[in-house]
């Protein structure tokens, strides 16, 4: 089985607000995402919130998600994922790593993913877009153990930079999907052109 962690405890401190509530196209930010994941055939999703997370619950009510908490997200991207991986259940053959503030993911970018994963027999599978390897990444199991060790800000980079005969790149002919930042960001993404 393949699972999806989703990384939603950040402190959103560029955007001065929580980035992941804020309304793009009639739906929080975070619901966006997720829905994705869910599109893309991934049945089981866990979200890693912060402990302050009842207004994210409520965003992603009547989706079949887990949350799990990072009780020390201050601690870094790193400290969600490992709370991330060891929150999945027994038996987990794969995880795909996304970032919350990402609503433009593309499905077809994570159904790749995990074909790559499955048919070159690498324990990481990444994509490369037109400006350079980006997010979502899935790890097979074999990798969790380095995963729990995460620590910092960098979240799983280290990880997939560690061993390049590991991993399988999947080429996108089209650039990384925007990620939320900032005021800017968020102006951008809800004009309905850049939607992506």
């Not at 790193?78 to 919350?100: E, H, K, Q």
């Not at 037109?130 to 990798?143: H, K, R, S, T, Y």
């Not at 399988?168 to 052109?193: F, G, K, N, Q, W």
């Amino acid at each position: 089985m393949t699972a999806a962690i989703v990384l939603a405890a950040g402190l959103s401190r560029r955007m001065g607000r929580p980035k992941l509530l804020l309304d793009l196209r009639g739906k929080p930010v975070i619901r966006h995402t997720t829905e994705r994941l869910f599109a893309a055939g991934l049945k089981q999703v866990l979200v890693v919130v912060g402990p302050q997370h009842d207004a994210l619950g409520k965003a992603l009510g009547g989706l079949d998600v887990r949350l799990v908490v990072n009780p020390a997200p201050e601690a870094g991207q790193g400290s969600s994922v490992s709370a991330g991986i060891r929150a999945l259940p027994p038996g987990t053959g794969a995880a795909l790593i996304a970032l919350g503030d990402q609503p433009g993911l593309s499905i077809d970018v994570i159904r790749k993913l995990r074909e790559a994963l499955e048919n070159t027999g690498k324990s990481i599978a990444a994509p490369r877009y037109a400006d350079g390897l980006g997010n979502p990444v899935l790890f097979a199991a074999e990798v969790f153990p380095e995963l729990l060790e995460l620590a910092g800000d960098r979240g799983a980079r280290s990880v997939v930079e560690k061993d390049p005969s590991r991993l399988a790149v999947v080429d996108v002919a089209a650039p990384m999907p925007s990620d939320l930042d900032t005021p800017e960001d968020y102006e951008r993404l809800s004009t309905p052109d850049n939607s992506r």
